[in-house]
Each structure stands twice: as C-alpha cells, then as structure tokens.
C-alpha cells in the first residue's frame, strides 16, 4: 500500500485536479486564502505536483546570459517560468506586490550596470516574506573577498560565471539543482 504524501499548491495550479476521475483524492481542505492542501495517493497526481511551474527571478543585464541560461535549464524540469529584470529598481517594486511563495529561487549578477548585485542582496534579504527564499550570486566575478561578502549579505551561493559554453550550461544546471527545489 502506498502513503498519502500532502503537497502544497497554489490556488491558480489546482486547477488539472478537477480533471482527476481517481478515487484516491482523498480531500481538499483551506489552509490558508492562498493556498489548498492535497493528499493523495494517486502516483500521477504527486508527479504533475512535483512538475508544477517554479518561477525563478533572474537580476541579470547580460541578455545572451540570460538565454544562455534559458537553453541550459530546458531539460530540467517541464516549465521554468524566468521573471527577468535589468533594474533593480523595477525588481524591487515588482516583489511589493508579487506573491512571493511562488517564487523559488534568485540569480543575482554582481556586475549589473544599472544597480549593483550586492544592493539587490541587501534589499531581499531586508524583505522578511524571502528570508527563507535561495539566493544565488551568479558573477564573473571570482574575488574571493567579493565572495565571502555576499555570503554574508545572504546569499546562499555563489557561483562563478564560466567563459565556456559547456560549462556554463553545467553551472546552471548545478544552481537549479542545488537551489531552486530548497524553498517549499
């Protein structure tokens, strides 16, 4: 016999249960506005669950970075919704009124013209809705001074930009895999 496995889902994601004819949905409860709460020990149900949409927010100024990073994640998981912002500024108003839970992960570059990754830091980790959130600091910075001050910023990695193709598609595979599942 199978274990029922709760799983946590966002109102606008539950939508593909109301198309499930198994018996084995064993209830829907509320446990908070935003948010149902499934158990089941449907098999197919706990893999669409484990494919649902993971929004990752990217404060990257490098567009060929960032398609870069698009291409590398492709074969990952089924659909990776990428919220891009070149500003700062633009990144902090857009989480004021974001549901932030949805959100899974953080890439932050350091090296962005147009406001500074380690400011970006300092304003997400100051935001007590993301405390809990990974970030990810990914530069081509590689000082190690740099390095050890983001960490105390919050960041929860850091990882170095390769200048090979190859690599870089490994590094962020490793970023995603690492991370991007670390906050539920």
């Avoid at 946590?8 to 198994?22: D, P």
């Avoid at 857009?94 to 300092?122: H, M, P, Q, W």
Wanted: hydrophobic share 40%.
């Amino acid at each position: 016999m199978t274990s029922c496995l709760p799983a946590v889902v966002h109102r606008q994601q539950i939508q593909f249960t109301s198309n499930c004819r198994s018996p084995a949905l064993a209830h829907v409860t509320k446990s908070h506005p935003a948010v149902h709460i499934i158990t089941s020990c449907n098999k197919t149900l706990q893999t669409k669950l484990n494919r649902m949409m993971m929004k990752v927010v990217i404060y990257e100024d490098n567009l060929a970075d960032l398609t870069l990073m698009k291409i590398a994640c492709e074969s990952l998981v089924e659909e990776i919704e990428f919220i891009h912002f070149k500003d700062g500024n633009k990144l902090v108003r857009y989480l004021d009124t974001a549901d932030t839970e949805e959100i899974s992960l953080f890439i932050v570059d350091l090296r962005n013209g147009v406001f500074c990754g380690k400011d970006i830091l300092r304003n997400l980790r100051a935001m007590p809705e993301l405390d809990k959130h990974p970030i990810v600091v990914f530069s081509t910075s590689n000082y190690f001074v740099e390095m050890v001050e983001c960490k105390s910023l919050g960041a929860n990695g850091y990882v170095v930009k390769p200048a090979n193709l190859e690599a870089f598609e490994k590094a962020v595979r490793f970023i995603m895999k690492t991370w991007a599942n670390t906050f539920s």
